[in-house]
């Protein structure tokens, strides 16, 4: 099974291990793994499948908390007569910050 959030990079990470070009194509078999002479390098495949799905877990994550904070907005409301203020707006964050 393809782990999802395999790159180029992980392809090319992949190769470097083997010996040889690896590169996913439609059709990719089992027996294609065993005429490359890949199941010699399994644990280190393993690995760099792993990573990759990692990556791919944290680049979902990075894009839905992107998603959730573009509609938070700060505000500034001015504070007496201080010539401060005040950043009104804390609670939005607070509640998504919480989850």
Same mark, same amino acid.
């Given at each position: 099974m393809l782990t &999802? =959030?395999?790159k180029d990079r992980h392809w090319s990470a992949i190769s470097e291990v083997a010996g040889i070009e690896? +590169?996913? /194509? @439609? =059709?990719?078999?089992?027996? !294609?793994? +065993?005429?490359m002479n890949l199941?010699?390098?399994s644990e280190a495949i393993e690995t760099v499948g792993d990573?990759?799905? $990692? @990556? /791919? !877990?944290? &680049?979902k994550s990075l894009e839905k908390m992107k998603l959730e904070w573009e509609g938070v907005f700060f !505000?500034? $409301?001015? #504070?007496k007569k201080s010539g401060t203020s005040t950043v009104l =707006? #804390?609670?939005?964050? =607070?509640?998504?910050l919480d989850e």
């Open positions: &999802e =959030g395999m690896v +590169q996913p /194509y @439609e =059709g990719f078999t089992v027996k !294609n793994i +065993q005429s199941l010699k390098h990573r990759a799905g $990692k @990556e /791919y !877990n944290i &680049e !505000n500034l $409301k001015p #504070f =707006g #804390f609670d939005d964050a =607070g509640a998504i």
